[in-house]
């Protein structure tokens, strides 16, 4: 069954913003479906509101559409480009949404296009919680024992039946949004609430809980003549109870022998069999550890985390191929990208173990409960891969960048015994490193035992249990017996770092490695082939290991230069998808000059790690040693570290100490940004103006520096990403109290500046040594003081008069010059009374790279890299200065992801918050400001009535804005003293009831009956109010009403909502931009 | 103990073996992909005296249940890992791998470089299967050769279906326990004869299995017995090969075989392709049949993987599933 030559324009819908549950993913599976798509011969348009991805450039797709993901904006996108067919199943839960909603309403049948791939009846089959089960008894395919409900009252009748716990999922959405495990009716009242909430459709599934089961997930793949395969079988080592999202997982599966194995299997075919999926599906089981039972969980019939995190573990390219079979091509016609002379149509084998672990953004809020349930809490994941499960779970461990080599935890160390016993019983992200210190205290060499009492607490597999004791062992075996070569490679081949063998030695790293060299004890780089070595096979992928044969040097030489690229490690707040976006440009723009690039990464999730993307892909921990051990067998020229965020970057210093070349910047101008001193110097040689301060060592010097400096001061520690641990302090207690949360930084400087309440503004330049160009400016619209991260950034500036830019460039080009920066460098300003000053300077790409490139047209990273390489940027076309500015006004809005951390603080600060972002793109500011307002979610609801409760300071200025807010017709609901100034201003507003106050109109109670669509709240000092302010914001997100922190947030909505065009807004095709 | 794979080509593995007696001896090579179902594997019939290297690279970490044996006992010669699973770990497990190899005598040989082997086998070219020289020992052992041509034992025995529909006769060069099941859950009754002794009594049908070997050495009297007899024919995997010979078809040695969980099979009858497990070393020459008797073939490389010679006289070289099967049965 060839390819149906009827599709000729094919419209793909993206998944939008990054928010927990929904990432760099579908970046990944949307980018290999435009290529896909594109091989074929087609025309591919399409729509994504997020522009930090790669599936948005013009190379990936001819038509590009950065607009919301609404029905509204795809219906515009159609009606404008009339697409012959649609594929919605490869954006994740959003794309799979809006595709449904579109063929229900009968558009698409009204203009002609097909939903190619997997079909609307079968998505409803799938996603809809009654007939999925209803389908599920049909084919004897066992379910939990549960019902559907739109009701809070159905599911508490029929929980308190069943029994609790209980487990509440809502239907149509993606990790577990919603969702929850209730233990009582009062916890079931509150989920169930939230799921109906969530759910497009209002309904949740009220399921019997069977926690402790193990949780087994298959990835499965069909066409459209009926040809199944599994791609996949994973292991969460987390049992049922914890979202897969949030679980570590192994792959393939470690504990099922054949027959469970095979029947898993089989029922994963005969579902999507009854199901008629057309492309991609995840199938999840919970499977009883001591017997056959088991029940189908779920299904995805879309490709998901899971499909990403199974394409990378086997090296099939899922996406692709489900985007060929929705051209209509059988599994048995598509070629194996990997052998290149087998088919598609078979199963992977693999000879090695892959690991994922999850990333949790805990690190940022301090306040958010860090316990994991049906709920996914994580922003990104990283994955390993090694011939031994111990060796991949180190490699991951190394790969989260969370400060540790190996499983073990000084914090943890610190425990009492009987501390630790009852940490043993909390689910939360520490678990694991729980599990190991109390192996290491409780050690023995009779295992037996200790493996039987940690499976009664977690109901984790002895297997892995006996894994993560074997680690353990082999840590005291280092510190008890002479390091003899084979202890050493013993060591290496359980994924022992050198620091650690060091550690538990007592000798220093640099020992181990020379030990390590002189006996030949190295890594070998195996080759991820799909099949397990049987077939030859072609793919530059590879995994390090110990005691293996290297394949990589097997491999003749293209003689090219080469260069070596870090990736960015797994997606955080502060790090996200943009920097993978500056990888894979960079691995291109150093193809495109010639060169060879490898790419060292370990997120499954990205388009980097695809292994078409550079000439050899390395899938490894971003560690000094294990990127050196890598450049041991590559030799490169040198390693690019200025595209890979924070992860690369922080390798400047090691590589440099190494004597490894870095291409672009040199190390001397990474450390003269980061080091205040050689920092400052350079600012005042070149008469350079910026907020004074000073680092400090202790307490006293703090208090001090701040008093001569003049509170508000600005206070953070130094060398950190996106803001984290960045206050702004108001009076001594305030930085007293802030100190006192500083203990994790000791023996690091911290910064302590002058805080200038001005306009921020931000700049990316590309330096070639010589000179610099600068895309454009990007003005933020919340008063300094917002993480730049967090604020509302809008090119080009409307509030930077001219005399002011000339300062801008000066300052620009000046300090790229003193620093010796070749490539990229981003710098943050203030504006304030006339002056410019410099707060930040990073010599390396920002996350503002992608956005600026898409609306400006400028290959920004291209430029960058060769600059790096040492080309000239006039010999390339382009003068130094700012590129004319477009008529076209872009708006940068950050996404948060509150309502998936429970207890998370929603208010906005230096430290960054936001997981995504989503862009406006207008050829006037308010038009664009409402497109970003609307793909931010704020404008979902339209019935005009907003609570506003802010501080003293903030009630003046609220007051202006209120009855702006009055004009477009908005009721007001205040607070106590709000309110009260908006009546003396002779304003309309109601009164609401304080958080303590109970009763009618209470304001807690009227969020959570959705009265109101918008909540406008400043923080406040004072620890009473402060507190309701917090649970005001909460209350806000947990119901899904946007929640404005900032008053400068509010006015920019004003803004837009009064100068907005009428009608319907124009979409836009970046392409011709 | 130290253990020592030599190659025909010369390359030497060296390992641990974890159990097994100090000694020598010669045997095939093979290797195998799948990543579970590795007690079926090792007591299969068609793995008799086979040097096994299993590419996954954790083995034993589900134990060995005795209910998944193909056959009394382990079948293997040796088995040759990365690493054995110090502890299993799974409801169904009997034993572990390592006892259960152990009173078999069969050594286990871990800590090998299992990739680089296949690699080399993978390539060693088409003309039988490659050989390897395993001693086990500290001491300067030579290997000694062991039957180029292995034979597998069957035992006249009976496989009774609850509420027989019918009963085939086996002609067992080794019978897979998972096959005499799957006819028995569908009502067909099996009573097994060792091969080369005549079946006596009165049958609905015949039943050729698989077993280890090249198909060429077996003395294909029995086959040609069973045809004369007009009566429906199931085969797999060796009984496909010598049910092929005796029609006079050729068949040819793989390099390297098909063995593990994961091999597309293309069927002209339901025009579709499934996954198959196989364990064999041996092809029917695609050449050597008639087109229109080819009703399987292999998605990867086009050979013959199952053959249809009158409507129920049904051959496959792999593992048949339930439909195919339920097919035969539909003849009986």
Known sequence: MPKNNAIKRVLVIGSGPIVIGQAAEFDYAGTQCCRALKEEGMEVILINSNPATIMTDKEIADRVYIEPMTVDAVRDVIRKERPDSIIGTLGGQTGLNLSLELHEEGFLDAYGVRLIGTGPETIRKAEDRLLFKQTMEKIGQPCVESITSEDVETAVAYANETGYPIVIRPAFTMGGAGGGIANDEEELRVIAASGIHHSR??????????????????????????????ICGMENIDPVGVHTGDSIVVAPTQTLGGPEYAMLRKASLDIIEELGIEGGCNVQFALHPDSFEYAVIEVNPRLSRSSALASKAVGFPIAKVATKIALGYRLDEIKNAVTQTTYACFEPSVDYCCVKIPKWPFDK?????????????????????????????MKAVRSLEQGLDSLQVPELAELTDAELEERLTVIDDRRLFVLAEWLRRNHSPDYRPLLERLFSVTKIDRWFLYRFYAIIRKEKELAASPLTP?????AKKLGFPDSLIARQTGKTAQDIRRTRLEHGIVPGYRMVDTCAAEFAAHTPYYYSAYGAADERTERPESGKKRVVVLGSGPIRIGQGIEFDYCSVHCVWALQNAGYEAVIINNNPETVSTDFDVADRLYFEPLTPEDVQSILDIEKPIGVMVQFGGQTAIKLAKPLHDLGIPIIGTPFSGVDGAEDRKIFDRVLEERGIERPRGDAVYTREDALKTARELGYPVLARPSYVLGGQGMTIAFSDEELNDWLDNMELYDGRPILIDQYIMGLEVEVDAICDGEGVVIPGIMEHLERAGV????????????RVPAARREVLYRYTRDLSLALGVKGLINIQFILHDGKVYVIEANPRSSRTIPYISKITGLPIVDLATQAALGFKLPDLGYEYGFVPEKPYTAVKMPIFSFEKLYGAEVSLGPEMKSTGEVLGISDNLPDALMKAFIGGGYLRSVKRRAIMTVNDADKLELCALARRFQTLGYDIYATEGTCAALHSHGLRASLVRKVEEKGEMNILEFIRSKGVDLVINTSTGGSASRRDGYLIRRYAVENGIPCLTSL???????????????????????TQV | MKARIELTGGQVFEGAALCGRPGGF????????????????LTDPASLGQALVLTYPMIGNSGVSFEDFQSDAPQVAALIVSELSELESNFRSDDSLKAVLERS??????????RSVVRLLRGSGGHGPARAAVTVGDGGLTAQAVPVQPRYQGKRRSVTADKPVATLAVLDTGLRSGLAAAFAARGVSLEVFPYGSAPEGAFDGYLLPSGPGDPAGYDLAPVRDVLQTGKPVFAEGLGHQLLALAHGAKTYPLSPGHRGANIPVYSHKTNLSVITLQNHGYAVDADSVAKDKISHVNVNDG??????????????????????????????
Not at chain 1, 213 to 227: C, L, Q, S
Not at chain 1, 787 to 798: C, E, K, L, R, T
Not at chain 2, 308 to 328: G, T, Y
Request: charged fraction near 20%; include cysteine.
């Open chain 1, 486 to 490: 084979e202890l050493l490679l013993s």
């Open chain 1, 1048 to 1070: 400068d947030t509010a006015e920019a909505l004003l803004h837009s909502l009064e100068h907005r065009s009428p009608g319907r807004l124009d979409v836009v095709d970046i």
């Open chain 1, 787 to 798: 993480h730049s991260g967090d604020s509302i950034s809008v090119y080009p500036p409307h």
């Open chain 1, 201 to 230: 459709v209002g309904q949740i599934l009220v399921e019997k809980c069977i926690a402790g089961w193990k949780e087994i997930e298959f990835e499965v793949m069909r066409d459209g003549a009926g040809n199944r395969i599994t």
């Open chain 2, 105 to 114: 005598g069969i050594p286990i040989i871990a800590g090998v470089d299992t």
């Open chain 2, 303 to 332: 050979s013959v993987e199952g053959l249809c010679w009158r409507e129920d006289i049904l051959s496959v070289q792999f593992q048949p599933d339930a439909e195919v099967i339920a097919e035969f049965i539909s003849y009986l």
């Open chain 1, 365 to 393: 809020f301090a306040t958010a409960k860090r316990t994991l349930g049906t709920q996914m809490k994580a922003t990104g994941e990283v994955m390993s891969i090694s011939p031994s499960f111990e060796a991949g779970l």
């Open chain 2, 26 to 41: 010669t045997a095939d090579i093979v290797f195998n992909t799948s990543m579970t179902g590795i007690t079926e594997i």
